[in-house]
């Protein structure tokens, strides 16, 4: 029997307990210090000691446990305390080393308490703030300089028929069709036919005595919404912020300053996203993850923050490679993660990876360059590998979420890209080889699709 007690502040990693499951309970429990013990008795159970006079702890370790599928039975009393048990199926258990575990507690110590902290509060209200910024932009550009909506309540269409009508591309008219409808302005049959709702002909519409189209008339001048007349027009993303001196978002990520801001902004959203995804995600028994244009590297450091015996790699371009490699040292993870310098449309992928990330990445770009790298991720990826595109999805019937339809508008405006439906990934990824899996939410209108490679 290998035991090791103390509590919490003697962080260990047994060797039979499954990594991540383990893992999340030592964080989980970070405020109970000396109050239990852990130990690993055989392959088949997991042993806590808790005080009898800790009644809270041994409700809030049961319900942290509980979270993972598991349940608690009594075995009995020992000493001053009480023997509780976690059956463990063989097959998830796992045989380490003493100095694997000898290593997993150095790193632990080392590795930044950024990678797995989690809010006590919901942060959905702050992030849609910053998401939908540019979603009023684009429906006053299409009521004020297009009159789109009187035009459609006169005559319903499909997408291809309005692009045509109006003379839009159809990455940018999709993600306007898509707000409006989760916004419940217009509806769409089983035909894919667009018709304008009874609240957008009152509200949207010339002939209505209610029309709020002069309302709107005085945002019309305004940079964004200008950019959204150009950018419907030609379905080329528009300058970064808005900003006439700015380059759009994919060639100033080529610019050292630029790419150390942008960097270190989506590195603080990765702050909540990453150890959302990690807890949320199963990654046992995986060994390495290839976390695709992987930014700072804070997904790759949350997922192995989450998973020990799991690494990682970053594939990043320059001048963000640098960058990543610095953060992931700072976060104490540089051991467990290392970064590759690579374009991803161009550069050969590393082949030693069974899990590929795609966090907040494919929602830059079109669907044939999203086709493109699902097919060089099929390509690089062992047979059983696992995708994971981590991001904010429109729902299958493409009617919202309305924040994440908010946040697409964003994304067309900025990038050749948009916020992708559930259905729009199946799609793609059975196109690509892989066997699309089911949609999981996390936090902050995110989440995750998995599949697999046959």
Not at 56 to 74: C, F, M, P, T, Y
Not at 180 to 206: P, Q
Not at 328 to 345: K, T
Request: hydrophobic share 45%.
């Amino acid at each position: 029997m290998i035991r090791a007690s103390g509590g919490v502040r003697r962080r260990f990693l047994s060797a039979e307990i499954r990594p991540q499951t383990s893992f999340e309970i030592v964080h989980s429990c970070r405020n109970f210090d000396e109050n239990f013990s852990f130990w690993a008795f055989g392959t088949m159970n997991f042993l806590v000691r808790i005080h009898p006079t800790e009644g809270k702890a041994r409700q809030d370790l049961s319900r942290v446990i509980e979270a993972h599928g598991h349940r608690w039975r009594l075995l009995g009393p020992i000493g001053m305390g009480l023997i509780y048990g976690l059956p463990l199926a063989s097959e998830n258990s796992i045989q380490r080393p003493a100095w694997h575990r000898a290593r997993d507690r150095a790193a632990l110590a080392a590795m930044s308490p950024e990678l797995t902290r989690h809010p006590q509060t919901d942060p959905t209200r702050a992030y849609h703030y910053r998401d939908s910024l540019y979603a009023a932009d684009l429906v006053a550009a299409a009521l004020v300089h297009f009159d789109f909506f009187t035009q459609l309540a006169a005559k319903p269409a499909r997408l291809e028929e309005i692009c045509a009508c109006h003379g839009w591309a159809p990455r940018p008219a999709d993600v306007l069709l898509t707000l409006c409808t989760a916004n419940g302005f217009l509806e769409r049959d089983a035909a894919e036919v667009f018709s304008v709702s009874a609240e957008g002909r009152d509200f949207l519409c010339a002939d209505s005595p209610w029309n709020l189209g002069p309302y709107y008339n005085s945002l019309k001048d305004r940079p964004v919404t200008l950019d959204y007349v150009r950018v419907l027009k030609t379905g080329k993303p528009a300058n970064w912020g808005g900003a006439k001196e700015s380059l759009d978002w994919h060639r100033a990520m080529e610019q050292e300053d630029f790419a150390r801001m942008f960097t270190a902004t989506m590195d603080c959203r990765g702050r909540l996203l990453g150890p959302a995804l990690a807890r949320a995600l199963d990654l046992s028994g995986r060994r390495r993850v290839l976390d695709v244009a992987g930014g700072s590297g804070i997904y790759a450091g949350a997922l192995v923050a989450a998973n020990p015996g799991l690494e990682a790699t970053v594939l990043e371009q320059s001048p963000v490679d640098r960058i990543a490699a610095a953060r992931l040292a700072e976060l104490g993870v540089a051991d467990r993660v290392q970064v590759v310098a690579a374009e991803m449309f161009q550069d050969a992928w590393p082949a030693d990876c069974d899990v590929h990330l795609f966090s907040n990445v494919l929602h830059d770009w079109e669907e044939p360059e999203v086709a493109t790298l699902l097919d060089r991720s099929f390509q690089a990826m062992p047979s059983g590998g696992l995708l994971v595109i981590h991001d904010a999805f429109i729902n299958a019937s493409k009617t919202g979420p309305l924040p994440v339809a908010e946040y697409s508008a964003l994304l067309m405006h900025s990038t050749r890209g948009k916020c992708y439906s559930v259905s729009e990934y199946g799609s793609l990824l059975a196109a690509a080889g892989f066997a699309p899996g089911e949609y999981r939410g996390t936090a902050a209108q995110r989440g995750f699709m998995t599949a697999r490679k046959p």
